[in-house]
């Protein structure tokens, strides 16, 4: 057989191990395309009913884990089923985990819960870390609604834990505290959303400390998931870990305006980004 028949036997045999498997992978139910994720456990804090998280199996030791926290006790686990965050943790070597904590709802409004990270679901979070990944790790958080109260408060109790974090939408949010070297972080909303003045306010007292924060406003978004800031908050998260120092950052203003000399670091009308090249995106996320 001459060498052009070879070739094409042999790229006709991959073409149809690929096409094999592609039909495979999509006659696979989902129960069993879900074995790539295993559910960690640890015994129950305080005020929590479910205490797991659900993380993505890699074949590599992440440097930092994503956190993915989902609303109201929901199932983090569904989260990672997501290709778009599958290839975010590829592409930046990261651990991929999805929250899956719950309590009474009752508690809530009374300042206990798994959304009150200090209390115990934070050391919960922790433990199901270590035992995931063998060893402490960095956390990139992303919540909304339910999991947006977990992840600022998770935020403001172990900064030095936190990378990175966006909370998107809770319904009310804690004093930020001065002097704790608050981790950098996206506060978002969106602008028909009955938590919008709450969660405006929260970043500006926190941007009055001095905090890194970024604001954004969804425009004709109520409360609901957000792909498009999901996608800007991979992107946020991207820069943070190319980052050398925090010096690299930049100060916006609504207009998307950047003044590099540090004097607004104090002023809730501007936001803090952690490269100059996310500026387009930003502001073209709020127009």
């Known amino acids: ?12 045999g991959a073409m ?14 989902p129960w069993l395309r879900a074995q790539d994720i295993r559910k960690i456990s640890v015994p129950l804090p305080v005020n929590l ?53 719950a309590s009474n709802p009752e508690l809530f409004r009374l300042g206990r819960g798994y959304y009150y990270a200090s209390q115990g679901s934070g050391d919960a979070l922790l433990a199901c870390v270590q035992k995931a990944y063998g060893k402490k790790l960095p956390l990139l958080l992303y919540g909304f609604s339910g999991g947006a109260h977990f992840t600022a408060r998770f935020a403001e109790w172990q900064p030095a834990r936190v990378t990175a974090w966006c909370a998107y939408s809770a319904a009310w949010w804690d004093e930020p505290q001065p002097d704790n070297h608050a981790a950098p972080g996206i506060v978002a909303c969106g602008a028909d959303d009955e938590r919008y003045q709450t969660s405006l306010e929260y970043y500006q007292r926190g941007r009055r400390l ?33 980052q050398k120092t925090a010096a690299d950052g930049v100060w916006l203003d609504r207009r ?26 930003w502001r073209a996320l709020q127009e």
């Not at 992440?62 to 956190?67: E, I, K, L, Q, T």
Request: hydrophobic letters at 45%.
């Open 1 to 12: 057989m001459n060498t052009d028949k070879q070739q094409w036997f042999s790229k006709a």
């Open 16 to 29: 149809s191990r690929w096409l094999l498997l592609t039909a495979v992978f999509i006659s696979v139910p």
């Open 49 to 101: 009913e479910r205490a797991d998280l659900h993380v993505w199996r890699t074949d590599y030791q992440p440097a930092a884990v994503v956190v993915l926290c989902p609303g109201f006790n929901g199932n983090g686990g569904d989260l990672l089923r997501d290709e778009q965050w599958r290839a975010f943790a590829r592409e930046h070597r990261l651990g991929l985990a999805g929250l899956s904590f």
């Open 210 to 242: 001095g905090n890194r924060w970024a604001w954004v406003a969804l425009p004709r978004t109520g409360h609901q998931p957000s792909a498009a800031l999901e996608r800007f908050a991979r992107e946020y998260f991207a820069a943070i870990l190319q």
């Open 256 to 281: 998307g305006q950047i003044a590099d000399d540090g004097r607004r670091a104090r002023d809730p009308q501007w936001s803090w980004l952690p490269a100059a090249d996310l500026s387009a995106a």
